[in-house]
């Protein structure tokens, strides 16, 4: 049986997203485990948004929404959230984002029952029209060892729990910032899967600037985050495309 006196914390950074953000939002004041925080951090200077994204906390306390003072980016957002949080576990969505119905039941009994501090689940798909495009199944433990070849993690699938989170800081880069740091936790924890489609995943920027600045951002993770020599940091550059590639194939065959 579950303690619904146990907090869990939302944390959403907030960054042009309205023609998503309502069905983002709704997926999680719709719960079936209602004990929640939603930590919105707002991080547009143009403030046309704000209005609409106040909307939703006069018509749920829950909500609670934070102003940046300048855009800071989705990594600093998040780690604000995560300062600003009072949950016994942390959790992330981004704004276009989805969550099943029972996403938090589920993993919060999966983690409270094996006693794991960090997990994470199998994730959808879906394009700017909410259609399924795949399905990404994980692996039931994921170490530092083979989480270093291919990140199989979905941001908005993690759960964590708050004895963690001094750990938890998102680093200041354009991509790769999730990876970075289950890289981080994983060299101290295991990271376990639970086996359900909990999420959904909007996958809509796949222009080729965006691919290369991916590219650019994982030599980045491996010479600078891991300190790897540039020979071992391209070799593992090269293996986390090729696996990349690999998975797309898979998420498209699994749908």
Same mark, same amino acid.
């Given at each position: 049986?579950?303690?619904? %006196? ?15 953000? /309502? ?13 929640l925080e939603v930590i ?10 704000? %209005? ?5 906390? #006069? ?25 600003? =949080? ?15 119905k029972n996403k938090l039941?589920?993993?919060?009994? /999966? ?8 997990? &994470? ?34 941001? =908005?699938?993690?759960?964590?729990? #708050? ?26 924890? &295991? ?15 796949? =222009? ?18 891991? %300190? ?7 070799? /593992? ?7 990349? /590639? ?5 998420? #498209?065959?699994?749908?």
């Amino acid at each position: 049986m579950l303690n619904n %006196k146990i907090l869990i914390s939302v944390i959403i950074p907030y960054f042009k997203k309205k023609k998503f953000i /309502f069905k983002t939002i709704k997926s999680v004041l719709n719960q079936s485990y209602k004990n929640l925080e939603v930590i919105i951090i707002y991080d547009d200077m143009d403030l046309s948004d704000l %209005k609409f994204i106040k909307s939703f906390s #006069k018509k749920d306390k829950r909500i609670k929404i934070y102003q940046n003072k300048k855009n800071l980016g989705a990594s600093k957002s998040r780690n604000i959230g995560v300062k600003k =949080s009072k949950g016994d576990y942390i959790t992330f969505i981004d704004s276009d984002d989805l969550w099943k119905k029972n996403k938090l039941k589920e993993q919060l009994n /999966f983690m409270r029952k094996n006693k794991y501090l960090i997990s &994470h689940s199998n994730y959808e798909i879906i394009d700017k029209n909410d259609q399924v495009k795949g399905l990404m199944k994980i692996k039931k433990k994921l170490g530092y060892d083979n989480l270093l070849y291919s990140c199989d993690i979905g941001l =908005s699938t993690v759960m964590i729990h #708050k004895t963690l989170k001094k750990m938890i800081k998102f680093p200041n880069i354009k991509t790769k910032e999730d990876f970075i740091l289950w890289l981080k936790l994983s060299k101290k924890y &295991h990271i376990f899967g639970i086996q359900k489609n909990l999420s959904s995943w909007r996958k809509i920027n796949s =222009s080729l600037s965006y691919t290369f600045q991916k590219i650019k951002d994982s030599f980045e993770l491996y010479s600078k985050y891991e %300190k790897f020599n540039i020979i071992k940091s391209l070799f /593992f550059v090269l293996i986390l495309s090729m696996n990349f /590639f690999k998975k797309n194939l898979l998420q #498209k065959f699994n749908q």
